[in-house]
């Protein structure tokens, strides 16, 4: 399908900003918590300068020296004002973003959702079930919200000075049929370090159910499968759909659970027309391939091929859990190495 990108580089007026604020202010939404927390950070930062101020400053005009004092009032007023600046120039640009991507689904007969939580979050992929405060960035979707989906997805890890917020771009596809977990881990977005080839995937697979494939495949993606799988994932992975994933989403990282295909690569800027029209051709070749090259699979492990089920044994993929003490061991042997 050819999608016309047209309204994506048309400026939006102040009359359309307007609207969609009354417009999302009637749906569950995040920009009520934008609005919340742009008010708490101002008031939080403003407090902290003014008690810093009033310790400080009060002991130096007891002893005649007005100009902290005078100095610090002017910190605390254009601190608070560049945060608030910032704070809502960002905010806007999010908006504008999101009636850019609304004007883009209503030409073209899509359907989009701005930011909420993922609440009623019911998908198994490996990225929707690691860490906490999961949060939909924008879900651009066919109108049934069933046969595709695009979005922006951000969830939190750790806690404390460790906490971190990590923001991915994922593609969903559906599929008619129930399949073992399979990943395709992509070579060319892993860390390098040290000649090390790390992967950026959010959980770490046990090595036994790496899978070879024929060709320059391995170049490009490292194939898990769960053990006993192996030819189901190469009845899956034929050349041809194993060509296209090369040629189409190399970048990216792959994963096919129950009867879902999902990419997934880092945060997507969803309002430039290259990267849609580059998400959609994925759709179109990888997704349409991968459709039909499962649409008569069954698992023979069930005992009734009529069956759209999958085994135990091949609905997840094993996971492998580094320990602590691997972790530091590996940091110690980093560091003696950058420092000897």
Known sequence: MAYNYDTLSEPVTKQEVIDYKQKISKVRNIYSTFNQLGTIFGFVISFILAFMLITVGSFEFKKGNYTLLVAGIGVICLTTIAGLVTYFVSYLNKLKDDIKLSRFSQANGLSYEPAVDAVDLKYSGMIFNVGYSHLYRG?????TGDLFEISNYQYTIGSGKNRRTIENGYVMIKLDRNLPNIVLDSNQNNFKLLGLNMSNLPVNLKNNQKLSLEGDFNNYFTLYAPVGYERDALYIFTPDLMALFVDNSSIFDAEVIDDKLFIYSSKFDLVDSSVLDRLFKIIDTVGKKTLSQTDNYSDE???????????????????????????????IFILMVIVF
Not at 303 to 326: A, H, I, P, W
């Open 139 to 143: 879900r651009l979707r066919d109108k």
């Open 301 to 331: 492990r069930v005992g009734n091929r009529t069956v759209d089920e999958v085994s135990v044994r091949g609905m997840r993929l094993k996971k492998r859990f580094v320990s602590v003490g691997v972790v530091l061991s590996i940091v």
